[in-house]
């Protein structure tokens, strides 16, 4: 029997561990919730008094943070007391696409994930449950198991022997931009593990405010395996209609249209069929590059090749729109100003990880545009960041604004990049008023209405619609 949850530690203060400790210890005021990082300078933000300051946005995180932060919530560095004190560690670090070495470009680097391990193994004491929050490659909990039980670094006067770790996973599903909502009231939670009593600990804290029949619980493997999956077709979903984008756009066809009529079979379901720039964020890429390596790895190339396309299309569908910019503006940019609104990889975060507009704003400035940018929630420094890491060329021709204002100013376009709501009902006589003519928007979302802008005058284009 396991004994009472009282403490628990998170190792990882980012997207997932940041908003999923909060909403815990906001759900269960009982328990004892700390959150720790190495990375000191974030520590310093979730700590900050001024909560528009923390280190990420998500509406409603603010509140959240408030009501528990000081109370049962801590951020801290302090990784070995807190190890050592925890009755439950979810492990929730960064796990990214290897750079180099073996499975270099696909395979997840688990050098956090092991490092973790090993400090568990170095500061935990007693029973100690250890969850997998983080997404993983399946069979990794076999490998924390192994660090766990064979680490030979315990800290001296720990009594070994009275040691004990129960591993679970328990992977998040939670979404960048709508975090705090799909935490409290998540689809499903999901516990895979071996020990009934560990699962049932687990179990118990989420049954505080989710309904039993949504905590779904399976063995380790299959709870690792259904969190790639479960990005897998997401992703796919966006490729399918991305591709069939480009098909309506050519035959007069409608993607808006497409997308609701097939959404509306119930089978087929109506989220997830929004067209534009190809997804981006920190996980649907890496995870499905990482389902790539699992499959050649074990030999299965028909199957690794068919998750493969969904990147490619991914891909495809950035290039074509930067490309098709280019010969709508008489194939070149070269001193032209376009306005870029939005940098963030969907609305409603601040996140820039594998943005669309990344791969778009390097095309633009590659052909000589002059780039003048906004968004309401990154900043000057992450978008130039962004781009010196992404554009080859020495002359980076990109302003940072700080309104749509002074980003449209004599531009000759603007091109629509993340779907923030500000962009969504301009005033699009009094912006052709101050542009270059011709003038053109190019909605890669689908969000602005399309008899506005061609009434002010411009010339449009949106994913999966041709006006002629
Ligand atoms: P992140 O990069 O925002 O945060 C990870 C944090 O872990 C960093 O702050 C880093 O400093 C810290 N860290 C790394 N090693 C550490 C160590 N040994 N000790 C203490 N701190 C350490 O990452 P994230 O977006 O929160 O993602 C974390 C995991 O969750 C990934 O596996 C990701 O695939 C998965 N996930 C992410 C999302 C999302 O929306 N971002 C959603 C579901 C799942
Ligand atoms: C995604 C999943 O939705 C989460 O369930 C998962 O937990 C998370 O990945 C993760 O593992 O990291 P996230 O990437 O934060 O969440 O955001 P999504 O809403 O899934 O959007 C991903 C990308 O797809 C964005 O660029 C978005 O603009 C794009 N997208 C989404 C579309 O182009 N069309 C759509 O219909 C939906």
């Given amino acids: ?79 070995k007391e807190n190890i050592a004190n925890a009755d439950m560690i979810f492990i929730s670090v960064n796990t990214p696409t290897k750079s180099r070495g073996l499975g270099a470009g696909q395979a997840s680097d688990l050098k956090w994930v092991d490092l973790c391990a090993r400090q568990i193994a170095k500061y935990a004491k007693g029973e100690t449950i250890v969850i997998e929050k983080s997404t993983l490659p399946v069979k990794t909990a076999q490998t924390i198991n192994e660090i766990l039980k064979s680490a030979n670094t315990y800290e001296e006067g720990t009594n070994r022997s009275k040691r004990k ?60 395996l259904s969190k790639l999956i479960s990005n897998a077709f997401l992703a796919q979903r966006i490729s399918s209609i991305n591709s069939i984008s480009a098909l309506c756009e050519i035959t007069g066809a409608d993607i808006k249209d497409v997308s609701l009529a097939i959404g509306a079979d119930k089978r087929i379901g109506k989220h997830f069929l929004k067209s534009g720039p190809g997804f981006g964020g920190s996980c649907f890429k890496k995870d499905i590059l990482n389902l790539v390596y ?47 609104l939005g940098f963030s990889f969907k609305a409603n975060t601040n996140d820039t990880r594998e943005s669309p507009a990344i791969n778009i704003c390097n095309d633009l ?72 003519k011709p003038a053109w928007v190019f909605d890669t979302r689908n969000i602005t209405n399309s008899a506005d802008v061609l009434d002010a005058g411009f010339k449009f284009w949106r994913t999966g619609r041709t006006y002629f």
């Avoid at 998750?307 to 001193?335: A, C, H, P, Y």
């Fill in 1 to 79: 029997m396991i004994k009472k949850i009282r403490k628990i530690c998170c190792i990882g203060a980012g997207y997932v561990g940041g908003p999923t400790m909060s909403v815990i210890a906001d759900r269960c005021p009982h328990l004892e919730v700390n959150v720790v990082d190495t990375n000191e300078e974030r520590i310093k933000k979730w700590n900050s008094k001024d909560l528009t300051k923390l280190p990420i946005y998500e509406p409603g995180l603010e509140d959240v943070i408030e009501r528990r932060r000081n109370k049962n919530l801590k951020f801290t560095s302090d990784v």
């Fill in 165 to 224: 770790f129960f591993i679970l996973s328990n992977p998040e599903f939670l979404a960048e931009g709508t975090a705090i909502s799909d935490l409290e009231n998540p689809d499903r939670v999901l516990i895979g593990g071996e020990d009934p009593d560990a699962i049932n600990a687990l179990a118990e804290i989420y049954s505080y405010w989710v309904k039993k029949e949504k905590i779904i619980t399976t063995d380790l493997w299959s709870s690792e």
């Fill in 294 to 340: 699992i499959c050649n790895h074990y030999g299965l190339y028909e199957v690794s090749s068919y998750w493969q396309k969904v990147i490619e299309i991914n891909e495809w569908q950035q290039k074509r729109i930067s490309s098709l910019i280019v010969d709508k503006l008489f194939g070149t940019l070269f001193n032209k100003k376009i306005s870029i």
């Fill in 365 to 436: 400035i590659e052909e000589g545009a002059n780039l003048h940018i906004y968004d309401p929630k990154v900043n000057e420094k992450k978008i130039k960041e962004d781009l010196k890491n992404r554009v080859k060329s020495e002359n980076i021709n990109c302003f940072v604004e700080t309104s749509i204002n002074e980003c449209i100013n004599n531009s000759h376009a603007i091109v629509i990049v993340t779907e923030w709501d500000e962009f969504r009902n301009l005033d699009w006589k009094e912006i052709y008023a101050k542009m270059e």
